[in-house]
């Protein structure tokens, strides 16, 4: 997982990016113990512009402000009542704003501040305690839901959230279609879903039900998963019957043996005898 610090004040910058890559930094390297994390720094200019505020599904991302007055908090102010019209989503990713948090050298900054910005996030003063703002920094990508619960299924993951599949640090986005579709097939691994359970899945969802619609998106569906996953994971199609998701067996030679072994998550197979 990349986790992107965007930060303005030269300061601050200098100041996390020098700490980050120390061997004793305070910016953790895993998440949950279980998930790496690669932290990437970028500097954006006082020129604050509403592009810098946007993030992508499964991208995390914060924005870091070294506040010397509070003129970048009215330009946020300014922003949000103005819908910041000028942002757009490609395809169809949600648009999605960063946490901000904000850093005040003193508390006299906030003499004429009554209240923040929606958009602001959290906020702290100097001198700055590192491990403080990284618990910070997590605490408000919780809060705005973009470090999202992901569900494991073998070595592929969903994130129901931002409708990503990853498999072994690839990832693809999916539809809404798409991810409902995955998400059914995973819980029943191997297991033939009839048409007539596609059709009422597609019917609660809202969308339409008509059965050209269904292959259409299981084959963009099983597309994106061959291309994704090289083809261990495919989605076939059982005549008069339905669809069922699969997973290659992959073969292998075993170290010092004639034996060539097909191995699933489920324990190993013997195929054939070579010698």
Not at 10 to 21: G, H, I, K, S, Y
Not at 55 to 82: C, H, N, Q, W, Y
């Amino acid at each position: 997982m990349k986790i992107n610090v965007k930060i303005i004040g030269e300061n601050l910058f200098r100041a996390l990016t020098q700490d980050a890559v120390r061997p004793d930094s305070s910016f953790p390297t895993l998440f949950k113990q279980k998930e790496l994390i690669d932290w990437e720094f970028s500097y954006v200019d006082e020129d604050l512009k509403p592009e810098d505020l946007l993030i992508f599904p499964g991208r995390p991302a914060v924005l870091l402000i070294d506040a010397g007055d509070t003129s970048l908090i009215e330009k946020i102010r300014r922003m949000e009542k103005g819908g910041l019209p000028s942002l757009s989503s490609p395809l169809d990713y949600p648009i999605v704003l960063s946490p901000v948090i904000v850093i005040f050298r003193s508390t006299a900054t906030l003499e004429d501040i009554v209240d923040f910005p929606d958009m602001i996030s959290d906020w702290m003063f100097e001198p700055i305690m590192l491990p403080d703002l990284v618990r910070r920094i997590f605490s408000s990508l919780r809060r705005k839901n973009i470090l999202k619960t992901e569900l494991r299924f073998g070595p592929l993951t969903i994130s129901p959230e931002s409708r990503m599949i990853s498999y072994y640090g690839n990832t693809v986005h999916l539809s809404p279609s798409e991810f409902a579709l995955v998400e059914l097939f995973l819980n029943q691994m191997g297991t033939v879903i009839p048409m007539s359970e596609l059709v009422q899945l597609f019917k609660l969802t809202g969308k339409s039900t008509e059965g050209s619609n269904i292959r259409v998106t299981i084959f963009q569906l099983r597309l994106k998963l061959e291309t994704l996953t090289n083809a261990q994971f495919t989605l076939s199609s059982i005549y008069k019957r339905g669809y069922c998701l699969k997973q290659k067996i992959k073969p292998f030679q075993e170290p010092g043996s004639g034996s060539i072994v097909a191995k699933q998550d489920q324990g190993e197979y013997l195929l054939e005898n070579s010698a």
